[in-house]
């Protein structure tokens, strides 16, 4: 089975936010270019990668948008309609809010329903599927057999993607200290820990971006999307934390054009609800660039 394992920093409860909008039809591929054209001027060229960067240790070409749709790209259908969230094991009562908050963000931004389905307890991943890490203690899941065991097994039949969390850290190979996610493309499941994006007791906005960063990424990828190396975006891969808290929230105009063709989304509207999400939960950056990208799209 095909995987990527993805460096990832990040992560989602109950039903979002559907499509854009439902009042009118998507725009078809030549508006959708245009649009994307207009936003081509805001976005910022990807920087020349440091020492430790994603892009030094894993040199990768990049994926044009006619590249992306020749791919024949996982995207919802008449059958595929629906992106679940399956919580596994302890939430504290702050991870259970990012939880409930990011699945209302995937809703708008991939203009699905969202559906959370019901926490599976710590039980449900078996002694051989666990460690505690030999030098730090840690209890740790193992993310490969979350994958093949637990998700795919669950996964519902109107499922365009599954996406496991769980607060416990994840290691995908006893050789492997940790990993922060792991995905399946062809499965179109996936599973990554909130265990190292700090607490949300203390610092909530942050750890709420770190998890919606990771959320939208990792299902990027399950719809198709490979890592950005054109701008500084959203699907920008990532070693370290702090390399992921230096890329942007928001998608650039190239793969922003690839949801909304796959996710038949209307780009303004979008925006407009991306914006208020952000204003209501202090993400004044990431605010700031949807509302560029609204006065942008609405010059005539």
């Not at 094991?89 to 409930?100: I, N, P, S």
């Not at 920008?236 to 190239?254: I, K, M, T, V, W």
Request: charge should be positive; include cysteine; glycine fraction near 6%.
């Amino acid at each position: 089975m095909k995987r990527w394992l993805l460096l990832l920093l990040a992560a989602i409860a109950t039903l979002a936010l559907a499509q854009s909008d439902t009042t009118a039809p998507p725009p078809g591929l030549a508006t959708l270019r245009k649009s994307a054209e207009k936003l081509r001027p805001l976005m910022q060229k990807k920087a020349t990668p440091s020492e430790g960067d994603w892009l030094a240790q894993h040199p990768e070409g990049g994926q044009t948008f006619d590249q992306y749709l020749s791919s024949r790209p996982n995207r919802p259908g008449e059958r595929r309609t629906t992106l679940y969230i399956q919580p596994i094991g302890d939430f504290t009562k702050a991870q259970e809010q990012l939880v409930k908050d990011s699945a209302e963000l995937m809703g708008i931004v991939f203009g699905l329903p969202v559906k959370t389905l019901d926490r599976l307890p710590d039980a449900a991943i078996p002694a051989s599927a666990r460690r505690v890490h030999p030098s730090w203690g840690m209890k740790q899941f193992h993310s490969t057999y979350i994958l093949d065991s637990v998700l795919a097994p669950r996964r519902p039949a109107d499922a365009v993607a599954m996406l496991g969390l769980t607060a416990t850290d994840l290691f995908p190979d006893p050789a492997w200290n940790f990993v922060f996610g792991q995905a399946s493309l062809t499965e179109r499941v996936g599973v990554w820990s909130l265990a190292r994006y700090g607490d949300p007791e203390k610092d909530y906005a942050t750890v709420l971006r770190r998890t919606l960063q990771v959320a939208t990424h990792e299902t990027g990828h399950m719809f198709g999307i490979q890592h950005c190396t054109m701008h500084e975006c959203g699907m920008n891969g990532s070693n370290s934390l702090p390399e992921s808290d230096r890329a942007p929230l928001p998608f650039c105009s190239e793969c922003e054009l690839k949801l909304w063709w796959a996710c038949g989304i209307n780009p303004l509207p979008r925006y407009e609800q991306l914006a208020d999400f952000a204003k209501r939960y202090g993400l004044k950056s990431e605010e700031a660039e949807w509302r560029k990208r609204i006065e942008m799209l609405s010059k005539k």
